[in-house]
Each structure stands twice: as structure tokens, then as C-alpha cells.
């Protein structure tokens, strides 16, 4: 009724019979939260060029050290830009990364990363806040 397969599956996930490297889920999600961190250690590095000052300074080495853990090595860190970017765009981006670090670090149950990741988020979140100054409360009606 049904003719047998003669040839040999290329989907095949037996040991040894592939061509190509497997990486563990972990080994993937590490890669990933350590290519979240090291963007936001990037826009870090951007906003210490605008402002320097010693949370960014703390943030960077502390994500400097969760990159290095992840990756076995240091990362490597670009100059900041010519041209300064918006502080607002800036904390935006970084909180997103931090965002998307948080998600990661918290599926491979990284305490670490994940605590780092929420408190850079919880940092932009307040930098973001004293761009925008005080607000007035308004009326409606």
C-alpha cells in the first residue's frame, strides 16, 4: 500500500549523521541575553558620553562583568557616536533592551541578569521621567 523510504531523511537528528552544530536551548538563550546586555551596554556607553555619571559608570561595569560571564570573554565596545543622540531615544532603546535582557534572563532563570536587567529598566524609566519635568494636573469637564 505504502512504498518504503530508500533514501536516507536530511532532517535527521540522530548523533553523528549531521553536518552542522547543535546548541542546547541554554546555549542559545545565553547567547541571546548576552546580545541583549551588550546592546544595552552600547546605548550605557552612549549615554555616559552624553552625561557621565557614576550609575552609568556602575551599570556598565556591572553589565560588562554579566557579558563576560555569558560569553567567556570581554565584549567589545564601540566609541560613542560623533553625534549625540537624544537622551529621551536613548533611555527609550535602552529600556527596551533591558526589556527583552529581563525576558531572556528570566526563561534560563539567570537571578542575576535578571536583576540587573530590572533594575536598568527601572533606571531609564525614572531618566525618562526627569526629561519630561514635572507634570501639571488638568481638568476635564
Do not use: N, W
Not at 553589565?63 to 555569558?70: D, E, F, G, S, W
Not at 541578569?113 to 519630561?132: N, P, Q, S, V, Y
Request: proline share 6%; charged share 20%.
Amino acid at each position: 500500500m505504502y512504498e518504503p523510504i530508500r533514501t536516507k531523511s536530511v532532517h535527521s537528528t540522530t548523533a553523528g549523521t549531521s553536518d552542522f552544530p547543535h546548541r542546547s536551548r541554554e546555549e542559545e538563550l545565553d547567547i541571546q541575553l548576552a546580545g541583549h546586555l551588550s546592546a544595552l551596554l552600547a546605548v550605557t556607553d552612549e549615554l555616559r558620553a552624553q552625561a557621565p555619571s557614576g550609575d552609568l559608570d556602575a551599570a556598565a561595569d556591572r553589565l560588562v562583568a554579566q557579558v563576560c560571564r555569558l560569553r567567556g570573554g570581554a565584549p567589545l565596545r564601540a566609541a560613542p557616536g560623533a553625534a549625540p543622540g537624544d537622551p529621551a531615544v536613548l533611555h527609550r532603546r535602552a529600556h527596551a533592551l533591558a526589556g527583552r535582557a529581563l525576558v531572556v534572563a528570566a526563561s534560563r532563570a539567570d537571578t542575576a541578569a535578571a536583576i540587573l536587567a530590572a533594575e536598568r529598566m527601572d533606571a531609564h524609566t525614572a531618566a525618562l521621567a526627569a526629561l519630561a519635568g514635572p507634570r501639571e494636573l488638568t481638568t476635564t469637564g
